[in-house]
DNA sequence: CTGAAAGCGCTTACAG
DNA sequence: CTGAAAGCGCTTACAG
């Protein structure tokens, strides 16, 4: 920036109002010669005496667990393009779903200066309490704010849950059950207890409604041993909802090594719709979550953040339980007659 | 920093001296002293005035195409924790294949100060032409440099395509087909180019390989595409390398639709393993790619580059083909027998 | 309309 | 063994 205004003949400071468009009635000539100036050299401002200057930098940290997961993978593409858009670069922090490293990135990234922060899926902590308490710019993704509101983008996983519970009764299935995982997030157990609610409201008696919950942090583990728990204390219901696509996957490796077919003698419903489904999971019924739009959601939660105003949780809406389509057509939703 | 200072009765030097653990004969009771003050304050080092002073931070870039591909995500995964390990973060570029956005990205990235750059499958353009005139540190995985020179990280993907080629005539399979992508990235034409290599060394005539080459950048829908052109133009192949396990997926596809049975009618050989085929695609057959130690081999090629050490190239061993084995158990290499 | 100066948080020769 | 001072690249009240 001096190399720029020494060959401008004019003061860094103008040379930084002009790079930052605070021209209020600058003079035409001399923006002219410094525009001049910094293409000939090619100058670029740097961000980190910005961020210094301004003690926020234009990084926001995306904590998230196990990018492993399509759907998080999914998440962070979004997340990522909106971002960029905005002028924004993304770190991504893989917290593997466990509270101390989320508290190690949380602290690294305040040493950062980042101007926000994504959390994915976050679980409880000490530093989570504090990043808070401070009241730095924060919005919950997918999984509610576990310490109480917050700014939050995600679906309805109540109304999801209860979504897949009519499905699976216009299926005929009278006797569905849910595979969901031991360590409890608020979304996907709002997605099972959505699912009971609605199936004992329509008169399944709630001792009929068989629960399989799977240990572990891994989804598609957990999906494989809730199955074989569930199969074992009582065979292989006529349908079940699978919390995640990840739950879905693991049940369908079990109904293969039995097999079983899927979806004829047992119909799996997940959560999430991967778009890998489409191509590879022709047996599964999914309830669409348009991770694509979380994106700008959460780049339109941390701006107003930013800016000072109240946020409050934006719903994005999912879609009907729906399986394999056709390429590049519009997904069919599923009629309930199976 | 000089609140801290101030706190121990010591200037910033010594703060800073000590913060940075160098203490060459430091007197043991001022050291005392500062780390006190630092515990009863719970200072933190501001990492961007670090970087600011050094002209370098402790943030590394990733570009990559497409995380959607979980090849990608695995990579991703694997440098990110490398990094962490190292006490650097990540940013993450999503270039999608795309050499304008690769460039605003690796111009973005100097505006940081990052102290280096992780190309994966990078193309070629012209910001990475002048990133590597200015010698900026950079390493290439699973492409190798477009631009030729470079450290790189990835498999020896001609051996790759031998040893599916092997795998294939092991099967009985005497007229194997190969499905690959227009754009030419080196990993995947070095794939084809050893698998049609040794088919001929083999005795296969060169003109008997019949070579199915789809449009596009998802590789998912160059294999649906790919394989259609293929079944047009002389049936399904008793069996053929994807270059990817994506492209497998796509061509899985095309045979669920026709109702060709995989891979008893056909037999399909994917390039990468993909932690998901283990539970969902039991009829692939893979080399697998050990993605989750790419993410040490990157690091070290980093430490190497940034200590002005020369580098060379690294090349992972993949595995042999194989397919659908037990959760836990250890892959089961695949028998010529088929 | 523009410049001189202070300062964001840190590090590091240079003195002492 | 430790401190005063300069400087990394930028921004912004304050003067003029």
């Not at 602290?107 to 902590?125: E, K």
């Not at 419903?269 to 191509?279: P, Y």
């Not at 599964?284 to 409050?312: C, D, K, M, N």
Request: hydrophobic fraction near 45%; include cysteine.
């Amino acid at each position: 920036m001096a190399t720029v205004a020494r060959d401008a003949g004019v003061s860094v400071a103008t040379v930084s109002r002009i790079v930052n468009g605070k021209i209020g009635r600058a003079s035409a000539e001399t923006i002219a010669r410094v525009e001049e100036a910094i293409a000939r050299l090619s100058y670029r401002p740097n961000s980190v005496g910005r961020a210094l200057r301004h003690r926020a930098s234009r990084v926001v940290a995306m904590l998230a667990p196990n990018l492993d997961n399509p759907a998080m993978a999914a998440i962070a593409v979004s997340v990522e393009s909106a971002l960029r858009d905005a002028g924004y670069v993304m770190i991504l922090c893989d917290t593997h779903d466990r509270a101390e490293l989320q508290d190690d990135y949380l602290r690294a990234m305040r040493d950062q200066l980042v101007a926000g922060y994504v959390m994915v899926s976050a679980v409880r902590s000490k530093g989570l309490e504090e990043t808070l308490k401070r009241g730095d710019p924060t919005v919950f993704v997918a999984r509610r704010n576990p310490l109480g509101g917050g700014a939050y983008v995600g679906i309805d996983n109540r109304q999801a849950g209860a979504d897949v519970a009519d499905f699976l009764l216009g299926c005929g299935i009278e006797r569905p059950a849910v595979l969901m995982a031991q360590q409890n997030a608020s979304s996907t157990s709002e997605r099972a207890a959505g699912f009971i609610e609605r199936l004992v409201a329509r008169g399944v008696p709630n001792d009929a409604i068989r629960r399989a919950i799977g240990p572990g942090l891994s989804h598609i583990e957990i999906g494989y041993a809730a199955a074989g728990m569930l199969v074992r204390e009582g065979g292989w219901p006529r349908g079940a909802l699978c919390v995640s696509d990840m739950i879905a996957y693991g049940a369908y490796r079990l109904a293969v090594e039995h097999g079983v077919p899927i979806p004829q003698r047992c119909r799996l419903v997940g959560v999430d719709g991967n778009a890998i489904n489409a191509w590879i999971a022709p047996w599964l019924t999914s309830i669409r979550i348009p991770y694509e739009s979380f994106g700008g959601h959460v780049v339109a939660q941390l701006q107003s953040l930013w800016s000072g105003v109240s946020t409050s949780e934006v719903h994005v809406a999912h879609e009907a339980p729906s399986a394999w389509s056709n390429p590049g057509a519009p997904a069919r939703p599923a009629t309930g007659a199976g």
